[in-house]
């Protein structure tokens, strides 16, 4: 045998393990759409409202955690007479791979879709797919922003309304795709897209059950409010988060302390000389008409003699950091950037003022709306469905801890490709392809983050059980790899001549010679 015949073979081999290892199962076999039905479960319809970066705590009823310029009434309401996810995350906090996270149910290693800029596999199912076999007529409207700039009509979906990319909140050249027809975009995107919303409602068939996926801009930046909300917030303070100041973060990880003076960071956002508290307040001012919105839909049902019945979820597709750990944006594993807000609304189903304390996930939204359509969830599913919990129903057998997964981005390389465990008390984070120090923190204790215990000898067999379970999730998922795309885009990687310079390693790397 030949040493080019054996050179030739192992790469095959390698080739061959390399595509099985991304090979997971993300479908039924041969593509089935039938499932299993609920025995006693009156399918609903279904409203499923879907913000873009609304941190967790920007609600008002959240009088001890919101900032005061912060003004969600018909979102307060919804939490009143329905339901409050106090504990609910996504599993990638970034826009692409999250609102994947969300159709399919699955974590992003497994539905590969893990940033803003590759393509959708054609092999993936989205949960309306399902509702559409069984009668459902749905409907997609607003942001899409799923692998790639293109707004054309997906599967799964009778009623289409997008935009291209990150869409804009005024009027613009590209205007609307309206079931694959170019439209003008008229207006202020979020009354737009509501108004979309209401013509689906009440031009839908009323012999058959629906499913209106409204997913709005707002609030992405550049944050642009309704003109009728401009200035609303000015006059309130801001109060900094309480681990925004990089000398109260012990043991913090080398690329956090440098990501300070970054793109993503607050001595140098975006490249510019942004203020974090008026970035915020016009956030704040934004997210007034995504709450409004909500309220028109609520109103519309119930013109309709529709609320009682319907199942309506809200969430945001990610977290925001306003300068916690220095840090704007998303992306990184820390609470402010992966925890999210969720509330729930059927009074047919769910008791006013139900709180589910579970962790919840974007991935748990699929398996949720199939079961509320009284179809069992497929087996290839990562996420639960928390129906029986809005039903006011112990969950059995209910996760201990949400895997949390980032990918390094060419465009972004501040943030490192990571990896966590979020349970109930402990978080732990771990990076791989840097040399740097790993994440422990408890929760409980410390809320903010901000001391590190992974050097701690009392918290080591902590450590090692998280670890384990973190890279157990990963097998059983199929997640242990790291995919590679091609370059798309050029990096963002200045720092501000005049801040702060680049981080000392931690001590532990130190060593001293003798």
């Known amino acids: 045998m030949t040493k080019h015949f054996l050179l030739k073979f192992t790469i095959f081999f390698v080739g061959i393990l390399h595509t099985m290892a991304q090979e997971t199962l993300v479908q039924q076999k041969n593509g089935s759409l039938k499932l299993e039905k609920v025995k006693g479960v009156k399918p609903r319809n279904i409203i499923f409202i879907l913000s873009d970066d609304h941190r967790y705590d920007a609600m008002s009823f959240l009088k001890d955690k919101a900032q005061a310029f912060i003004s969600t009434p018909n979102m307060d309401k919804m939490a009143a007479q329905g339901a409050y996810m106090q504990n609910a995350f996504v599993t990638t906090s970034l826009c692409s791979?999250?609102?994947?996270?969300?159709?399919?149910?699955?974590?992003?290693?497994?539905?590969?879709?893990?940033?803003?800029?590759?393509?959708?596999?054609?092999?993936?199912i989205f949960y309306p797919q399902y509702l559409q076999d069984i009668g459902y007529q749905t409907a997609m409207i607003g942001k899409w922003h799923m692998g790639g700039e293109y707004d054309d009509p997906q599967r799964g979906f009778n009623y289409w309304v997008s935009f291209k990319g990150q869409g804009t909140y005024l009027p613009n050249p590209n205007g609307l795709n309206v079931n694959g027809k170019n439209v003008p975009q008229k207006g202020y995107i979020t009354e737009e897209l509501t108004d979309y919303a209401i013509d689906f409602l009440k031009t839908r068939k009323k012999d058959k059950p629906f499913m209106?996926?409204?997913?709005?801009?707002?609030?992405?930046?550049?944050?642009?409010p309704a003109e009728k909300d401009k200035g609303k917030a000015k006059d309130f303070p801001f109060v900094p988060p309480a681990n925004m100041e990089s000398n109260l973060h012990k043991n913090a990880p080398i690329w956090l302390r440098n990501q300070r003076n970054s793109w993503h960071g607050i001595e140098f956002p975006y490249h510019s000389n942004l203020d974090i508290a008026e970035y915020y307040k016009r956030y704040a001012e934004t997210l007034r008409g995504v709450d409004e919105?909500?309220?028109?839909?609520?109103?519309?049902?119930?013109?309709?003699?529709?609320?009682?019945?319907?199942?309506?979820?809200?969430m945001g597709d990610n977290g925001f950091q306003f300068g916690e750990h220095g840090l704007i944006d998303k992306r990184v594993a820390y609470e402010a950037s992966m925890r999210i807000p969720m509330l729930a609304f059927c009074p047919e189903v769910?008791?006013?003022?139900?709180?589910?304390?579970?962790?919840?996930?974007?991935?748990?939204?699929?398996?949720?709306?199939?079961?509320?359509?009284g179809l069992k969830s497929p087996s290839y599913i990562d996420g639960m469905s928390f129906y029986s919990q809005l039903k006011g129903h112990k969950a059995e057998n209910w996760r201990t801890g949400l895997l949390y997964e980032y990918y390094?981005?060419?465009?972004?390389?501040?943030?490192?490709?990571?990896?966590?465990?979020?349970?109930?008390?402990?978080?732990?984070?771990?990076?791989n392809g840097i040399w740097d120090t790993d994440e422990l923190y408890d929760l409980q204790d410390d809320p903010y983050e901000l001391d590190n215990l992974i050097d701690d000898a009392k918290k080591q067999d902590i450590v090692k059980q998280m670890n384990k379970q973190l890279f157990d999730i990963l097998k059983e998922t199929g997640?242990?790899?790291?995919?590679?795309?091609?370059?798309?885009?050029?990096?963002?990687?200045?720092?501000?001549?005049?801040?702060?310079?680049?981080a000392e390693f931690p001590s532990k790397f130190r060593k001293t010679i003798k």
Not at 212 to 224: A, I, M, P
Not at 350 to 355: A, D, E, S, Y
Not at 482 to 496: A, C, E, H, M, T
């Open 97 to 124: 791979p999250s609102r994947a996270s969300i159709l399919t149910g699955l974590y992003a290693h497994k539905h590969k879709v893990v940033d803003n800029n590759n393509p959708v596999s054609e092999n993936l």
């Open 212 to 224: 209106l996926y409204l997913s709005h801009k707002g609030v992405h930046d550049n944050f642009t």
């Open 293 to 314: 919105s909500i309220g028109s839909i609520i109103a519309y049902l119930k013109k309709e003699g529709l609320l009682e019945s319907t199942l309506i979820i809200y």
């Open 350 to 373: 769910i008791k006013p003022g139900t709180v589910i304390t579970d962790v919840v996930a974007n991935i748990d939204i699929a398996p949720t709306l199939l079961e509320a359509a």
């Open 408 to 431: 390094w981005e060419r465009n972004f390389p501040q943030t490192p490709t990571m990896h966590a465990l979020r349970g109930d008390r402990f978080k732990y984070i771990h990076y």
């Open 479 to 502: 997640g242990m790899y790291i995919p590679l795309f091609k370059d798309n885009g050029s990096p963002l990687n200045q720092r501000y001549e005049f801040g702060s310079g680049s």
